[in-house]
């Protein structure tokens, strides 16, 4: 603790006020951990401003005080980034929850990072607009916390990350100065290099978010869903490359394994086939004309891929059942195993086959069982490796198969997180990615934005001399983060 | 790349300004260039294409290739660039690209050059190779370097060479054409994008509104029919909007002779939000992205331009002109000229890359 600390905590106080200061380690409990609940601290205390100027007003106390600070959204974040620091103040932003401005002519709503993604689709749905990035904890998690996440969604595929739905931001930075970045009145361009490309992913590292200029979508008037069987996994993962290859943008392009499949249709009973070795969700959304003509496009290639069963939704209903096992995945695993690790690499989609082969060989070689279900068209996997947690040999075998998912993700060209981020989870998976000197670079990236380092330190990047064990998210005895929300 | 990284470090150990040339078509674009220059495009180290899998859209290209280059073997699988670069005189490379973020008439509906890049490696000032970001569709880990290098006029790093995702070309194609009035042209961009039509590009000159229409052959026959106006015939068309995406259009060609010409006006690009009204200022305009990108060329002073710009919510950049006095792009402030200045230190300590090219 800071020599200033003391007295950082009493400007607190008098600013906040007892709601909006919590210092009692009783009041600590929601705090402690985000999704990724393996690991848990307890902050120095939680501060939860009202407004805009109190936010700045915090940050400059804590600056004064040499306070470090872990800002903080939902808690839905899966890689431990709003992980409390032990001499630091949790910076909890869900006050900050209202929709500023929302204006249909220019298709843009203006919001506070507290506000969650859910909610602003549900303002914009009286004037026929949306808005497109959809994780799937989107009824809990905050623009703020998206933004610092780039989080994505089935419908990112065809509308783009966070990245592309965001026209700017308003915050902080460390020091409690304001700051703005790409534009808040809606203009595409700005001069000089792209800072607000730089703050989008960057796990509240480099400024705090108060308030979002959303891009808006209009809402397309139709949806339907193909749900196709293949007799082999690489099968599916061509049948994945095809689709894309032949010109199409499916609005969602899912795909599940036959593990998956089956436990998927033990919870939610969707009717799956469960002869097939794996399962494709391939959705168009639009203008009616659009809708027929992409799904008998799709339709097409799917047949010529081999696909030896095909599905089409008739209505909304329909289109439910399809997806209702696909967004039960997770909580569905935990009736295969009460453990299991997720992992989030990405790769080039072109080698699915041979990464989901790859992922198949390593469970002979390390006598574990893994479930596939992911974003395909993405390339964007989610291995669920089963193990039981009470076996400390079967722990280490786990973790070793997840590594060794990385760095094949990363030896075939792809990243070792697509979405979830690197918090705490991934820092050591980082050196796989990153040379020295890239590394290097973003400890000095983040020392031009917050050159005493106090913005959630010890996140993201890791310390040079730190480059050993993997990473995991590790759901233990089948208790999961946030059992409430469904699950991709 | 040793030889290249090794020039590097001695410009570095020297203190000598490289200024950073892909073929300098767009060498009138920002500040005036300073340094030694160093031609990449001549550079075979930094040229050609490293890859592309068009079933995975996407492709990766030496930031010295031509964009010509690069364009001609994405139309071979029938593929291309979301954001419709720009290609000024017909030259202009990959790294000219980035570095200017340049984006054509697609911008608000396909996306600018930074939607579509994907990763970059690039030579830093201390002679180190660097790469970020990559091939994938995601990726997020550690910070998005490569994106940031978007308009950063090359004053960074030096880039090597980049990954982009690429989109196939739209199967069907409309143009429509309608009378329209500054405001009424705003208005009925706005209100089509807000339809949801696929909209992939929009332009104002002149008393014409001009819409452009992509996508499935059904879908583009159902919105056209729905917003009415005159079909332009194919070549009309596209020959239309290439004459704007490369500036070689009469609007463009006019406004570089009245320049040239010593008329003292100056082409002014203002980036505003969509629906901001009509400006009233002496001179011609051209409005595209609908309503989003405001060409002006005009006598006004800067400051006056400038104001204008800010008024309505964006910025002004001083494009081309015989007299570049005034700042070309609207100068940062506060906290945000602090952390660009820190993040030049960090990228590029020795101060070599394009110094001053962004003011
Ligand atoms: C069931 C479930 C499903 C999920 N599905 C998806 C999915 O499909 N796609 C996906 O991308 N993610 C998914 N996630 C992960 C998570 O929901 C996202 O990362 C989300 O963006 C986190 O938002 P949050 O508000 O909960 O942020 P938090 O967890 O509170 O914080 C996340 C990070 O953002 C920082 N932060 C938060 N707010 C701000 C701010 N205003 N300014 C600066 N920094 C800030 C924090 O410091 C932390 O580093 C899922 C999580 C769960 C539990």
Redesign the interface.
């Known amino acids: 603790m800071s020599v200033a600390a003391p007295q950082g905590l009493q400007a607190l106080r008098k600013l906040l006020g007892p709601e909006g200061l919590i210092e009692r380690a009783g009041g600590f409990g929601p705090y402690e951990c985000d999704g990724l609940s393996a690991y848990r601290a307890r902050p120095l205390a939680v501060a939860i401003p009202a407004d805009a100027e109190q936010l700045g007003a915090v940050l400059r106390i804590c600056h004064e005080a040499e306070l470090p600070i872990v800002p903080r959204g939902a808690g839905t974040g899966l890689s431990g980034g709003a992980l409390p620091h032990p001499q630091g103040i949790t910076l909890s932003l869900a006050r900050l929850n209202h929709i500023l401005a929302l204006d249909p002519a220019s298709r843009t709503a203006r919001v506070q990072c507290g506000v969650r993604n859910l909610a602003i689709s549900q303002a914009a749905a009286a004037h026929g607009l949306y808005y497109a990035p959809d994780p799937s904890s989107q009824i809990a998690c905050t623009i703020g916390g998206n933004v610092a996440e780039n989080a994505g969604g089935v419908h990112c595929l065809k509308y783009g990350l966070t990245l592309h739905n965001v026209l700017g931001l308003r915050g902080f930075t460390a020091a409690g100065e304001p700051i703005e970045l790409g534009s808040m009145a809606g203009a595409l361009d700005s001069p000089g290099a792209d800072l607000l490309a730089l703050a989008i992913g960057s796990e509240g590292l480099l400024c705090v978010v108060s308030e979002v200029l959303v891009r808006l979508t209009p809402k397309p008037p139709e949806a339907r869903c193909l749900l196709a069987s293949f007799g082999t996994v690489t099968q599916a993962a061509q049948a994945v490359c095809a689709l894309i290859a032949s010109g199409l943008t499916p609005a969602g392009l899912e795909m599940m394994d036959q593990a998956m499949t089956r436990a998927a249709e033990d919870f939610v009973h969707a009717g799956y086939d469960l002869e097939a070795a794996a399962l494709l969700l391939c959705e168009s959304d639009g203008a009616p004309e659009t809708v027929a003509a992409e799904i008998e496009q799709m339709r097409a290639v799917l047949q010529a891929c081999g696909a030896t069963r095909i599905e089409e939704s008739r209505d909304e209903a329909e289109r439910a059942r399809f997806w209702s096992g696909r967004k039960n995945a997770f909580p569905a695993s935990g009736r295969m195993s009460p453990d299991y690790l997720c992992m989030d690499a990405s790769i080039p989609r072109a080698r699915l086959a041979e990464m989901l082969a790859a992922i198949e060989a390593m469970q002979t070689q390390w006598g574990l069982r893994c479930a596939n279900v992911f974003h395909a068209g993405d390339g964007n996997l989610h291995p669920l490796i089963l193990f039981d947690g009470k076996d400390p040999e079967q722990l280490r075998r786990a973790e070793g198969f997840g590594a060794q998912i990385l760095e094949t993700a990363v030896a075939m060209g792809g990243s070792i997180t697509g979405e979830h981020g690197v918090g705490v989870e991934k820092l050591s998976s980082m050196c796989v990615q990153f040379s020295r000197a890239e590394l290097e670079r973003f400890q000095g990236l983040k020392q031009a934005w917050d050159p005493a380092g106090r913005l959630n330190p010890g996140k993201a990047i890791p310390e040079l001399r730190r480059c050993a064990e993997g990473g995991k998210l590790w759901v233990r005895e089948g208790k999961l983060p946030h059992p409430e929300l469904e699950r991709f | 790349m040793d030889s290249l990284r090794s020039r590097v470090r001695d410009a570095a150990a020297q203190g000598q300004a490289l200024e950073l040339v892909g073929h300098g078509s767009k060498r009138f674009y920002g500040e005036a260039p300073q340094g030694q220059p160093w031609v990449l495009s001549r550079e075979p180290a930094l040229c050609g294409l490293r890859a592309h899998?068009?079933?995975?859209?996407?492709v990766t290209a030496g930031a010295g290739t031509p964009l010509r280059e690069l364009e001609a073997q994405l139309g071979s699988q029938?593929q291309q660039l979301g954001c419709e670069p720009p290609r000024f005189g017909g030259e202009g490379t990959v790294g000219g690209l980035i570095a200017t973020?340049l984006a054509g008439p697609a911008?608000?509906y396909w996306?600018?050059v930074?939607?579509a890049l994907l990763g970059l490696t690039l030579i830093?000032g201390?002679g180190?190779?660097?790469?970020?970001g990559?091939?994938?569709?995601?990726?997020?880990?550690?910070?998005?370097?490569a994106?940031?290098?978007?308009?950063?006029?090359g004053?960074?790093g030096l880039i090597t060479e980049a990954s982009f995702k690429l989109?196939?070309i739209p199967?069907a194609q409309v143009t429509l054409r309608f009378d329209a009035t500054q405001d009424d042209a705003i208005y009925a961009a706005?209100?089509a994008?807000?339809?949801?039509l696929?909209l992939s590009a929009s332009a104002w000159w002149n008393g014409s509104l001009l819409l452009r229409l992509s996508?499935?052959?059904?879908?583009v026959?159902?919105?056209a029919k729905r917003l009415g106006g005159d079909a332009l015939p194919v070549d009309l068309a596209l020959g239309f909007w290439n004459g704007l995406r490369h500036q070689s259009d009469e609007f463009f060609a006019g406004a570089v002779r009245a320049i040239q010409a010593g008329s003292g006006v100056a082409i002014w690009r203002l980036?505003?939000?969509?629906?901001t009204p009509v400006l009233k200022v002496p001179g011609e305009q051209l409005i595209e992205?609908g309503g989003?990108?405001r060409w002006l060329v005009t006598p006004l002073a800067a400051q006056a331009v400038r104001e204008l710009a800010e008024r309505?919510?964006?910025?002004a950049?001083l494009y081309a002109a015989l007299d570049k006095s005034a700042p070309a792009?609207?100068p940062?402030q506060?906290?945000?000229a602090q952390?660009?200045a820190?993040?030049k230190s960090?990228?590029d300590p020795k101060g070599i890359f394009n110094p001053g090219r962004?003011g």
Not at chain 2, 134 to 145: C, I, P, W
Not at chain 2, 312 to 315: E, N, T, V
């Open positions: 899998e068009p079933a995975e859209l996407y029938g973020a911008r608000p996306g600018g930074r939607d830093d201390r180190e190779l660097l790469k970020f990559g091939t994938v569709m995601k990726n997020v880990a550690g910070f998005d370097v994106r940031a290098m978007c308009g950063a006029m004053t960074l989109m196939p199967q706005n209100q994008a807000l339809q949801g696929p996508g499935l052959e059904a879908s026959r159902a919105a980036s505003l939000p969509p629906t992205w989003a990108l309505a919510g964006g910025h950049t792009f609207t940062a506060g906290a945000e952390i660009r820190r993040l960090e990228f962004l």
